[in-house]
């Protein structure tokens, strides 16, 4: 009596453990893919209670609210000549994430090294065609 109650205890036990890693929950802040051996299976938009294969699938979250990367202070030379030193904040969202792993991966802060280089060179582009005094007068006289 005793070892059949063990096992099915121990049977309880595996079937719990297979069922909780079979489910998963999507949060109306995220976004979902579903991956397996690497390749994608769906996307996963709406939130809610979702199925997996425990075991072979797996999911990678994203967020779906606006993100925000802060580089640090770069000095940027203007067009006559002066220097800045420019902080920028970069606010973007994740609007497709199929594009998003195929482009950068599974990691979501891989978006930084690329938001850097895009952000750096249309800012150099933008304040090295203008002057420094061309700013102050816009801003002191609101045109």
């Keep these: 009596m005793n070892r059949i109650t063990i096992g099915g205890v121990a049977l309880l036990l595996v079937l719990a453990v297979l069922a909780s890693s079979s489910l998963f929950i999507v949060s109306q802040t995220e976004q979902v893919l579903l991956v397996q051996f690497g390749q994608i299976v769906r996307p ?12 072979i699938q797996n999911v990678i979250n994203f967020d779906r609210r606006l ?8 000095e940027v030379i203007l067009g006559d000549q002066r220097r800045l030193i420019v902080d920028t904040l970069t606010v973007y969202r994740i609007s497709d994430p199929l594009r998003f792993y195929q482009a950068l991966g599974p990691v979501p802060d891989a978006i930084r090294g690329r938001l850097n280089s895009i952000v750096t060179g249309s800012l150099r582009r933008v304040l090295g065609n203008n002057k420094l005094l061309t700013y102050c007068r816009r801003i002191v006289t609101g045109s």
């Design 44 to 55: 996963i938009e709406e939130p809610g209670l979702h199925a997996k294969v425990p075991l």
């Design 67 to 74: 993100l925000n990367v802060e580089l640090p202070g770069e």
